[in-house]
């Protein structure tokens, strides 16, 4: 059972950490050329977010039909697609769009689906392993908003890009050895 919880929680933390990878450094970016954004500009990115919403409430629907396993997977391709859009096309604010779109709506969507099969590991326990899992989640995030400032600071957006990539690759590992 806990080796389950393990893998869930691994694979989710690093799909977080890719997340925040983008929203720890996505105001830098968007503040230098081309985009010359100010912070106001920069904010608004976060209506972009609420396509994570939409996720979310679509992949109820679809972890019934294709079982977390497949669901994770399949988010997690989309959300690496978002990163390798952003970058290559990186300077054009469609592309960035469409990328934070895809990789939003993927996160908010493997959350729901791994959070299911979080949440059948031990019924009479739930409480319990959804803090473990949960810690375990923004341990990773708070790793990804780490590195992206690192790898920002050293290779600028392509490097935000290939660490997202990088997590995302850890994480779809983490969940092919996971059962469920």
Do not use: C
């Not at 990115?45 to 939409?54: K, N, R, S, Y």
């Not at 290939?162 to 092919?176: E, R």
């Amino acid at each position: 059972k806990h080796k389950s919880l393990q893998k869930f929680t691994l694979a989710g933390a690093f799909w977080f950490a890719s997340f925040n990878v983008l929203w720890a450094t996505l105001a830098i970016y968007v503040s230098e050329a081309p985009f010359n954004y100010n912070a106001q500009q920069a904010g608004l990115f976060g209506v972009i977010a609420l396509a994570g919403v939409i996720g979310a409430k679509s992949s109820g629907k679809w972890v019934n039909k294709l079982g977390s396993k497949t669901l994770v997977m399949m988010a997690l391709t989309l959300a690496a697609t978002g990163f390798a859009i952003t970058g290559l096309f990186a300077g054009n604010l469609v592309s960035l769009i469409i990328g934070i779109i895809l990789i939003d709506f993927a996160v908010f969507s493997a959350q729901v689906a791994n959070q299911v099969r979080v949440f059948s590991i031990d019924p009479a326990a739930q409480s319990r392993i959804n803090g473990i899992y949960m810690l375990g989640y923004y341990t990773g995030g708070a790793l990804g908003s780490m590195a992206g400032v690192k790898a920002f600071a050293l290779y600028q957006w392509p490097g935000v890009v290939m660490v997202s990539i990088l997590f995302i690759i850890i994480s779809a590992v983490f969940n092919a050895f996971a059962k469920k």
